[in-house]
């Protein structure tokens, strides 16, 4: 009686856990991939652990707080760690509906890849999609890069409000010399007048321009 019982219960199960049953979703290990020399075998207690990560999932979904071990089934393993699983009610008579299973998984997805020593990539649960990683807090407070980038920007003003200061007086010192040169410049000029070069009147050395000079004004006093 027991056996038949058995047999009843496994081939129940076989129809609700096969590849592309309704429900079923199928996941893909590489475990040697993520892990390398320090890979672990996939063995019975794997299964066992795989088992509770999902019902401890199920657990987390309104209304399935009395999902257990045994309501999770495995189907379909192959040695290079693939294989089909589905999540069963209390009566074990049917399975979930895939958006409440995929909805757990989501949802714990972290928590399962943790178990694993894995990740989104070497361990796919193929129907389902992952789940965006949560932000990472930056090392340094972003109140102090703000501060930092303000701070940056009022000591460049300040340079440049320095530096155009410093050209409007060099500015300011060249305009009186450039006007003195203009000055002597005229002053050595040679006049024309009258067809007849002569020099301007030096009022600065006290020299009087020959032209102009009367016959007694060029005559030497006695």
């Given at each position: 009686m027991?056996r038949?019982?058995?047999?009843?219960?496994t081939?129940?199960?076989?129809?609700?856990c096969?590849?592309?049953?309704?429900n079923?979703?199928k996941?893909?290990?590489s475990?040697?991939t993520?892990?390398?020399d320090?890979?672990y075998?996939w063995?019975?207690?794997?299964?066992y652990?795989f088992?509770?990560m999902?019902a401890?999932?199920?657990?987390k979904?309104?209304?399935r707080e009395?999902?257990?071990?045994s309501?999770?089934l495995?189907?379909?393993?192959?040695?290079?760690?693939?294989?089909?699983f589905?999540v069963t009610?209390?009566?074990k008579?049917?399975t979930l509906p895939?958006?409440?299973?995929q909805s757990?998984i989501?949802?714990?997805?972290?928590r399962i890849?943790?178990?694993f020593?894995l990740?989104?990539q070497t361990?796919?649960f193929l129907k389902?999609?992952s789940?965006l990683?949560?932000?990472?807090d930056?090392?340094?407070?972003?109140w102090?890069i703000?501060?930092?980038?303000i701070?940056c920007?009022?000591?460049v003003?300040i340079?440049?409000l320095?530096l155009?200061?410093?050209r409007?007086?060099?500015?300011?010192?060249?305009?009186?010399?450039e006007v003195d040169?203009a000055?002597?410049?005229?002053?050595?000029?040679?006049?024309?007048?009258n067809?007849i070069?002569?020099?301007?009147?030096d009022?600065?050395?006290g020299h009087?321009n020959d032209?102009f000079?009367?016959?007694?004004?060029?005559?030497?006093?006695?």
């Open positions: 027991l038949l019982l058995f047999f009843l219960v081939a129940i199960h076989a129809e609700l096969q590849p592309g049953a309704e079923a979703f996941v893909r290990l475990i040697r993520a892990l390398g320090k890979a075998a063995d019975t207690n794997e299964e652990l088992k509770a999902v401890f999932s199920m657990r979904v309104p209304n009395a999902t257990e071990i309501h999770v495995l189907c379909n393993v192959t040695q290079r760690v693939s294989f089909w589905v009610d209390s009566s008579n049917h895939a958006v409440e299973v757990a989501r949802m714990n997805r972290n890849n943790n178990a020593s990740n989104d361990l796919e389902i999609p789940t990683a949560p932000p990472t930056p090392s340094v407070p972003i102090i703000i501060f930092g980038v701070f920007i009022v000591i003003a340079t440049l320095i155009s200061g410093i409007q007086r060099r500015r300011k010192n060249k305009e009186p010399s040169d000055e002597d410049k005229c002053e050595n000029m040679i006049t024309i007048e067809g070069p002569c020099d301007p009147l009022t600065k050395g009087i032209a000079m009367t016959e007694d004004e060029r005559l030497t006093p006695l």
